[in-house]
């Protein structure tokens, strides 16, 4: 179904191609997930699939791609469109309606599908999932989450040979991130459809997966068994990490497969200690009240109170829609507030000018994008230096840290996600503000970024800083935050130690302790460390 023969990408001012001499086969059928660092290639390999590298990206393409018997140099994407359909990173720059049943039509608007295919196939998209409540709901009103299934079920509706999904789970919660590829699998195994699956977050996705394709960073490409790479890659999901750390072979992808092997981990564990994790928080460095939040007839927060003392780590965590986005918005004071109180450092985020207020709270959105305006990498990291009155270099070092070795005369706009993210997140921790809200922060971060990440949040906390973050990612939360907050439909419904909270819960557990239940272990670290 596509095949790369001897393909090199290599853009323009580039060092060295992001691809090089590649040559690999997707078979008709085939669920492929592509994985590798931030920043080694992933997207540009995805765009040469439906065209995209180089017609619309410029840049020079050598060598050959065909897809469905299209050869991606004489087609252009529009003629690929009936064959290729492809989600990218950010939902909402991609939708061209103004309401969730428009977008779904749309594309089979532009394919001439007759109207009455296209009303089963909108209705039998909405039920796939799960957004038959959401019909008629304006898009830029949805959630962060709601807008990805709504853009992966705009492509599935135009019955694509070959679906390419850049980072499809990275804004849904666990039980979202399930129904959505319980959908793909279907689409797998019911209908044959070729689908390509980039994504970070593999323990999601691996167990799925017939082939692996690993893109190291240095221009090729890996490709067998998921269980065959992720023995020997540097970057690897959890349990992949736990089975070579156990010496688990062949390599289990499940946490069924794995349990059925860990029995003597666990009882080596079971006369070890957890490393513990707990803080004895003095002072409130954020002290929210009473916050409500209402769009129109929506009441989105209902009364939330929430503390974040100095030091602390709190993670808040819900299903899309739950409020937790509106939540972070009004502390932070830019953001709609009907009621309630937030007091940080006796002073009211939303009561102070934009500068000052910056000082006290620091927030990254969930689209990183809106807070970058200037030309260059470098520009904008001069930029928050002055800014934030610090010494220059500060938001550079940070940077560096975060996501190595992205040029400085690189424009943000030419980024991949989860550079731009790194970006954003150097420029708003630059100034170190006493409290730090983060919306999603390891979209489109690769595993070792994330362990970088978490060392970063770890020593602002060992500092003071309060760190209250937003994320459906259950792994990053076992491994850096000390308290979780559970929403759902805007109010608190569990709040308290991080092990307490997601070891109880079956959708927010992380698969160490899903694996080795019911002893406390949350994290690969903490397995390896009590081992030693």
């Known amino acids: 179904m596509i095949e790369f023969s001897r393909v090199t990408v290599t853009y323009p001012d580039a060092a060295r191609p992001v691809l090089s001499d590649v040559s690999l086969q997707v078979e008709e059928g085939e669920l492929c997930l592509v994985a590798g660092p931030t920043g080694a290639g992933k997207s540009t390999f995805l765009g040469a699939i439906n065209g995209l590298v180089p017609h619309f990206t410029g840049g020079r393409l050598s060598g050959r791609v065909v897809v469905g018997g299209f050869d991606t140099a004489l087609h252009p994407p529009r003629e690929l469109a009936p064959v290729v ?282 689209t990183p994008a809106d807070l970058l305006y200037l030309d260059s990498v470098d520009a904008e990291c001069a930029q928050a230096d002055t800014e934030s009155e610090v010494p220059a270099g500060t938001a550079r070092a940070l940077l560096d840290r975060l996501a190595p070795g992205i040029a400085g005369e690189a424009h943000p706009g030419d980024l991949s996600e989860g550079q731009r993210l790194a970006l954003v997140l150097a420029v708003q921790l630059a100034s170190a503000p006493p409290v730090v809200l983060l919306d999603e922060p390891t979209r489109g971060l690769d595993y070792h970024a994330k362990r970088r990440f978490a060392a970063t949040l770890r020593e602002l906390a060992s500092q003071g800083h309060a760190v209250v973050l937003a994320t459906h990612d259950v792994e990053f939360v076992a491994t850096v935050a000390n308290r979780v907050v559970v929403m759902a439909d805007g109010e608190v419904v569990a709040d308290g130690p991080t092990k307490e909270v997601i070891v109880a819960s079956p959708a927010f557990a992380p698969q160490v302790a899903k694996i080795l239940a019911p002893q406390p272990w949350l994290t690969v670290d903490e397995v390896a460390e009590a081992l030693a």
């Open 85 to 366: 359909g492809v989600v990218g990173q950010d939902p909402l720059s991609g939708f061209v309606t103004d309401t969730v049943e428009e977008e779904l039509a749309y594309a089979m608007e532009q394919l001439a599908v007759p109207p009455d295919v296209m009303r089963k196939r909108v209705e039998e998209t909405l039920d796939l999932l799960g957004i038959a409540d959401l019909r008629n709901r304006p898009l830029r009103t949805l959630s962060g989450g709601q807008q990805q299934r709504v853009a992966i079920g705009s492509v599935l509706t135009a019955h694509p040979s070959v679906v390419v999904l850049d980072e499809p789970t990275s804004a849904l919660d666990p039980t979202a991130a399930e129904d959505v590829l319980a959908a793909i699998t279907r689409l797998v195994h019911d209908l044959g459809t070729t689908v390509i699956v980039a994504e970070h977050r593999m323990e999601r996705v691996a167990q799925y997966a017939d082939r692996l394709l690993y893109l190291p960073g240095d221009g090729s490409v890996r490709s067998g068994s998921p269980a065959e790479i992720l023995a020997t890659s540097p970057i690897a999901p959890p349990i992949a990490e736990l089975g070579r750390l156990a010496g688990w072979s062949p390599l289990p992808l499940s946490v069924r497969d794995a349990r059925r092997v860990a029995g003597p981990l666990r009882a080596r564990l079971q006369k070890l200690s957890v490393v513990g994790r707990s803080l004895s928080v003095t002072g409130s460095a954020l002290d929210v009240r009473g916050v409500v939040v209402r769009y129109g007839d929506v009441l989105a927060v209902r009364g939330v109170d929430l503390r974040a003392g100095p030091g602390e780590v709190v993670a808040l965590m819900g299903r899309n829609g739950s409020g937790k986005s509106s939540l972070l918005w009004a502390v932070q004071g830019s953001g709609p507030r009907s009621a309630g109180k937030v007091d940080v450092g006796g002073a009211d985020p939303a009561s102070l000018k934009p500068k000052v207020a910056r000082r006290r709270v620091g927030l990254v959105p969930q």
